[in-house]
């Protein structure tokens, strides 16, 4: 299992990886090219789609959906923006360079704040699928839903994903936390990672 035996290995991987940005050979040439431009389409298309969905939202009302939907879908469009950020351009930087040269407490906290936008996805999807069901259920409303509790309500799954993934990690703190796997070319927490 590739995961026990980068543990086995943390101390010498770690301290060759993050002091001397050591090169890692997970690719051939051909293949780092590929998933170069593939995670560099990736992270602009992710950036940008995202962007334009909250914004034409907000200044221009172009979402032409129900208050609630609308709510929802600025927030998983935030979220695609949060893992663009946190995750897909620091794991292009790494593909294209071919070594991971951000440091450990950049590693730690891409490790850490991925899971983040990744829990919040799942939360408001499942949120926004119970009150399409709502909807179908009662269409002429139901007494609590609107537009002022949606967002209170996505407000709460963000203080709740923060919480519970940084949180976590702040109270299992060890030192060599973050482990940064070289196929992938990303930090991911051992918390998070099942042996």
Same mark, same amino acid.
């Given at each position: 299992?590739?995961?026990?035996?980068?543990?086995?290995?943390?101390?010498?991987?770690?301290?060759?990886?993050?002091?001397?940005?050591?090169?890692?050979? +997970?690719?051939? %040439?051909?293949? %780092?090219?590929?998933?170069?431009?593939?995670?560099?389409? &990736?992270?602009?298309?992710?950036?940008?789609?995202?962007?334009?969905?909250?914004?034409?939202?907000?200044?221009?009302?172009?979402?032409?959906?129900? +208050?609630?939907?609308?709510?929802?879908?600025?927030?998983?469009?935030?979220?695609?923006?949060?893992?663009?950020?946190?995750?897909?351009?620091?794991?292009?930087? %790494?593909?294209?360079?071919?070594?991971?040269?951000?440091?450990?407490?950049?590693?730690? &906290?891409?490790?850490?704040?991925?899971?983040?936008?990744?829990?919040?996805?799942?939360?408001?999807?499942?949120? &926004?699928?119970?009150?399409?069901?709502? &909807?179908?259920?009662?269409?002429?409303?139901?007494?609590?839903?609107?537009?002022?509790?949606?967002?209170?309500?996505?407000?709460?799954?963000?203080?709740?994903?923060?919480?519970?993934?940084?949180?976590?990690?702040?109270?299992?703190?060890?030192?060599?936390?973050?482990?940064?796997?070289?196929?992938?070319?990303?930090?991911?927490?051992?918390?998070?990672?099942?042996?």
């Amino acid at each position: 299992n590739e995961y026990k035996s980068y543990l086995r290995n943390d101390k010498k991987n770690l301290s060759t990886v993050f002091e001397n940005g050591q090169e890692f050979h +997970g690719y051939g %040439t051909v293949e %780092t090219i590929i998933l170069g431009i593939y995670s560099v389409i &990736m992270s602009f298309l992710g950036f940008t789609g995202n962007t334009i969905v909250i914004v034409s939202s907000i200044l221009y009302n172009a979402i032409n959906l129900n +208050g609630i939907t609308v709510v929802f879908v600025r927030n998983l469009a935030l979220a695609d923006i949060m893992y663009t950020l946190i995750v897909l351009l620091p794991q292009s930087i %790494t593909i294209i360079s071919r070594r991971w040269f951000m440091g450990y407490s950049v590693c730690y &906290m891409n490790a850490v704040l991925s899971m983040v936008p990744a829990i919040a996805n799942s939360i408001i999807i499942l949120f &926004m699928t119970a009150f399409k069901y709502l &909807m179908i259920k009662k269409p002429f409303g139901v007494k609590y839903v609107n537009v002022k509790n949606s967002k209170v309500l996505v407000v709460l799954i963000w203080i709740v994903c923060f919480v519970a993934t940084v949180g976590v990690n702040l109270i299992f703190h060890q030192p060599d936390m973050a482990v940064f796997f070289f196929d992938r070319g990303r930090c991911l927490s051992k918390i998070f990672v099942i042996p």
